[in-house]
């Protein structure tokens, strides 16, 4: 039976391409990012002289995480069938109230989000997609998410490019594991073998097994105990993301390695003018060996001093290259306009403020979408969508939101460029009342359900309406309480005519026997 080490030095092979291609195109952007085999924490990466492509990858990673997880709105939709909401409630105007709660079930996962690292890893993980081309996502039970880089995981896909099996490799420190697995790993702690500086290996293997993900470790060749488990396909805590797709590849490709060979001629040309430039800054006086002027008195001479000799033994010796860096430097500047244009840094849609509208978001959606071609739409339905789908399973099992029914309710979440939000539904809602009120107000108030009206705006703008908007019996009674003051009011001043009259009739009497 094959290991989990053999499958993984097995599929290795197939990566070693496509890794080779991210660590050249690491090295031209952000070279800590894919650094070569055997690097640690104390190597040195040499820095390119041109800093447009980690600016580039930086503002369009920027960009996206900004489109994906946007930190004002839901980037996602809960919705339910009209049939099938008809079905569940027997009645047609309970729409208002199922979209409350589902309003409120997704300002609970992006509270989630925002108190946990998922943002900031995303921002990692977009990087990588960016230069490298694929990443491996991990969100555990306990929150959060783990980013694993290209070089620390394989994988296997279908023609159709869905995952059928991924393995992660991981060094672990010995002094990290528990008892039972030290001596798994024939480890004494004990002996002074070098215990305790020599870090371990642990694979993870995930494979598709029906429906079902089916996930295994093993360490130094054995298989660590209790850790088989099954996950659902859908809600699998493994996410493998791939920034483009090429059938019959299991790996993609990055964004940077289209426009390598701009990002090397870039180099090459940046380098030779800063390598030019400085020759050309460096100036030598040349003294005449049998003149009157002596080298040594003109070198300790200072500024002003004055000193016998004669101007004609010095000489000024200096590179004359303006021209050919002239060439040089327009050819630069055309490269760094393509990759500018290329890496979207001329874009001026996100205003510098601290909270961006939803409509900015939409528009630089739709920017991202023309400019890159699809990889917009690729992420919303590679990421947003299992990510959702996965912090919706945890937040159930914590009990932090509702499970919803299956087979009564099936939510669709929706991604992309129609559902950043649910600010599509209030702009939708404006049309349809600026069409209405041509009807006359008397029509429209006749006609429309105000109250089911002003619960749908407050949910297309994402506010809470438990308890903001009085219902029905609320109205009435209020109504019922109005009438009756006003009633009271009418009946005041007849009260107490009677009254007047009742007790000048009582006075009446006795004025008549003083008499």
């Not at 701009?262 to 020759?279: C, F, H, N, P, R």
Request: aromatic share 6%; charged share 25%; proline share 5%.
């Amino acid at each position: 039976m094959t290991s989990i080490h053999q499958r993984y030095e097995k599929l290795e092979t197939e990566r070693t391409p496509f890794l080779t291609r991210a660590r050249e195109c690491s090295k031209l952007t952000l070279p800590t990012l894919v650094p070569d085999a055997g690097h640690s924490s104390s190597s040195t990466f040499d820095t390119p002289f041109q800093g447009i492509g980690a600016r580039g990858v930086n503002n369009l990673a920027s960009k996206l995480l900004l489109a994906l997880v946007p930190p004002n709105s839901p980037f996602f939709r809960l919705t339910v069938d009209d049939f099938k909401l008809q079905e569940l409630t027997q009645q047609e105007g309970a729409r208002a109230e199922v979209e409350e709660a589902l309003s409120s079930i997704e300002r609970a996962v992006m509270s989630e989000i925002e108190s946990s690292s998922v943002r900031i890893a995303t921002f990692e993980a977009l990087k990588h997609l960016l230069v490298a081309g694929n990443v491996l996502l991990y969100l555990p039970e306990q929150g959060g998410m783990r980013v694993f880089h290209m070089d620390r995981y394989v994988i296997k896909r279908d023609p159709m490019g869905n995952a059928l099996e991924m393995i992660t490799k991981e060094d672990i420190s010995p002094e990290t594991l528990t008892p039972e697995l030290q001596m798994l790993c024939d480890m004494d702690p004990d002996k002074d073998d070098g215990y305790g500086h020599e870090s371990v290996q642990l694979y993870t293997r995930v494979i598709r097994d029906g429906k079902n993900w089916k996930v295994s470790q093993e360490l130094k060749g054995k298989e660590v105990p209790n850790s088989e488990g099954t996950y659902p396909l859908e809600k699998t805590p493994w996410i493998p993301l791939r920034l483009s797709r090429i059938d019959g590849e299991s790996w993609g490709r990055g964004y940077v390695e289209e426009y390598l060979g701009d990002l090397k001629s870039l180099e090459t040309l940046t380098q030779a003018i800063v390598e030019g430039s400085a020759a050309s800054a460096k100036v030598l006086f040349l003294v005449r060996p049998n003149g009157t002027t002596r080298a040594r008195v003109l070198a300790e001479a200072p500024n002003g001093a004055i000193r016998e000799g004669d101007a004609a033994d010095v000489s000024t010796l200096q590179v004359q290259k303006q021209g050919d860096f002239q060439i040089a430097f327009q050819t630069a500047q055309e490269i760094k306009e393509r990759l500018a244009y290329a890496f979207l840094m001329n874009s001026s849609v996100q205003r510098n403020a601290e909270r961006v509208t939803a409509e900015e978001i939409r528009y630089m959606a739709g920017e991202l979408e023309d400019a890159l071609g699809g990889i917009y739409s690729i992420l919303s339905q590679e990421f947003q969508l299992p990510l959702v789908n996965r912090l919706l399973l945890q937040m159930q099992k914590q009990r932090k939101v509702p499970a919803l029914p299956k087979g009564i309710v099936q939510p669709t979440i929706t991604t992309g460029l129609e559902a950043l939000g649910r600010g599509h539904d209030l702009n939708k809602l404006a049309a349809m009342l600026e069409q209405l009120s041509q009807l006359g107000p008397e029509t429209l108030m006749k006609h429309m359900n105000i109250g089911d009206y002003i619960s749908r705006v407050g949910t297309s703008l994402g506010i809470d309406m438990k308890g903001l908007i009085k219902t029905e019996e609320e109205m009435n009674q209020e109504m019922q309480q109005a009438q009756m003051q006003q009633t009271g009011q009418q009946l005041a001043p007849q009260a107490f005519d009677a009254v007047k009259e009742q007790m000048m009739a009582q006075q009446q009497p006795q004025g008549n026997e003083e008499q």
